[in-house]
Nanobody, 125 residues
Framework: QLQLVESGGGLVQPGGSLKLSCVGS????????MSWFREAPGRQREFVAG????????SYGNFVQDRFTISRDNTRNTLFLQMNNLKPEDTAVYYC??????????????????WGQGTQVTVSS
């Protein structure tokens, strides 16, 4: 059973940056598509970004608009999300998730088998 642990969330001012990390407990991490989702109060969980097992296929949610960068280091079983130019509407709990399919980056939460506990990101002045 793959366990995922996120870190890096916090409070940041509008226009600021944060880098989220997600560490997987097993080497099977490197075979999976890995993605970030977020969930704000009163809203459905939405796809932020995803990356295939090779790191060569990447997909972003439409709202990202070149502000976020997803990456992975399979040697450390770690997924990253660099977030720049943060906006108040980016405030949410951010989750990393693993899809046992390693090739196709799917954007629906139901496709993902493993989830972290989430890390809170708050963008406010």
């Amino acid at each position: 059973q793959l366990q995922l642990v996120e870190s890096g969330g916090g409070l940041v001012q509008p226009g600021g940056s944060l880098k989220l990390s997600c560490v997987g407990s097993q080497n099977t991490f490197r075979n999976f598509v890995m993605s970030w989702f977020r969930e704000a109060p009163g809203r459905q969980r939405e796809f932020v970004a995803g990356i295939d097992w090779t790191g060569r296929t990447i997909s972003y949610g439409n709202f990202v608009q070149d502000r976020f960068t997803i990456s992975r280091d399979n040697t450390r079983n770690t997924l990253f999300l660099q977030m720049n130019n943060l906006k108040p509407e980016d405030t949410a709990v951010y989750y990393c998730a693993a899809d046992r399919n390693g090739v196709h980056v799917r954007t629906i939460p139901e496709a993902y088998s493993y989830w972290g506990q989430g890390t809170q990101v708050t963008v406010s002045s």
